[in-house]
């Protein structure tokens, strides 16, 4: 069973609109907690990464929020635009000092005009 | 260029040959990771350097999987005797500070896709 569970896993919305993206963990003991956002054909980009002290933090019209006590992590997209239209992988550091990282397999967003 | 560059950025090659990746990292950040990513799947772990410290090999999936990195400067991922299940994305990442346990942020090249006939 993967460790990082991302829901839904695809996601078509209206431009303008906003959107929530969800991302259940098991790993432990936990380290912290990224989002990136991947175009098709490149590399992941960092959203935010978030220590498990951190309820929130935003970058721009993302905001993540970190619920550590019931392993739940959610990336909300205010506002959409085209240009958001990616995949959105949500990845937890495991804290034991092996330098792994669990990924989820993403949210594939598209946005439409 | 500031970002990391990883080359070829496709690569098609025939099962049974060699092939060879490479990873310019970011100026400056000693720590490096591979990682493959097949279609629909998350990114899967490879190997890790940390400045002069040994690598941290335990994802690669076979013998015929191996990577070097000089120093801390560029990086060749090496696939012996290919075969079709290696059909994936390579990824290369680097980030300032070695160990994910900090709050570094990865930066990603944009990988080479790798087709095996």
């Known amino acids: 069973k993967n460790q990082v569970e991302q829901s839904p896993q695809s996601l078509i919305i209206l431009e303008g609109k906003n959107c929530t993206l969800q991302?259940?963990?098991?790993?432990?003991?936990?380290?912290?907690l990224r989002w990136y956002k991947q175009d098709t054909g490149r590399g992941p980009v960092s959203l935010t990464i978030?220590?498990?002290?951190?309820n929130t933090k935003s970058n721009g019209r993302y905001t993540a929020t970190l619920d550590a006590d019931t392993k739940q992590s959610s990336l909300h997209i205010t506002a959409s635009q085209l240009s958001d239209s990616a995949s959105y992988i949500c990845?937890?550091?495991?804290?034991?000092?092996?330098?792994?990282?669990?990924f989820g397999k993403g949210n594939q967003v598209v946005v439409i005009p | 260029g500031a970002g990391v560059s990883q080359s070829p950025s496709n690569k098609v090659t025939e099962k049974g040959k060699d092939v060879e990746l490479r990873c310019d990292p970011i100026?400056?950040?000693?720590?490096l990771y591979w990682y493959r990513q097949r279609l629909g799947q998350g990114l899967e772990f490879l190997i890790y350097?940390?400045?002069?410290?040994?690598?941290?090999k335990s994802g690669l999936p076979s013998d015929r999987f191996s990577a070097e990195r000089t120093g801390e400067s560029v990086s060749t991922l090496t696939i012996q005797r290919t075969q079709q299940e290696d059909s994936a994305v390579y990824l290369c990442?680097?980030?300032?500070?070695?160990?994910?346990?900090?709050?570094?942020?990865?930066?990603f090249g944009d990988g080479t896709r790798l087709s095996i006939l």
């Open positions: 990845v937890v550091s495991v804290s034991y000092g092996n330098n792994r990282l669990a």
């Open positions: 978030m220590t498990f002290s951190e």
């Open positions: 350097f940390q400045g002069n410290s040994a690598p941290d």
């Open positions: 991302c259940n963990y098991t790993v432990s003991p936990f380290s912290n």
């Open positions: 990442a680097s980030s300032l500070i070695g160990g994910l346990l900090g709050n570094q942020p990865q930066h």
């Open positions: 100026s400056g950040h000693t720590a």
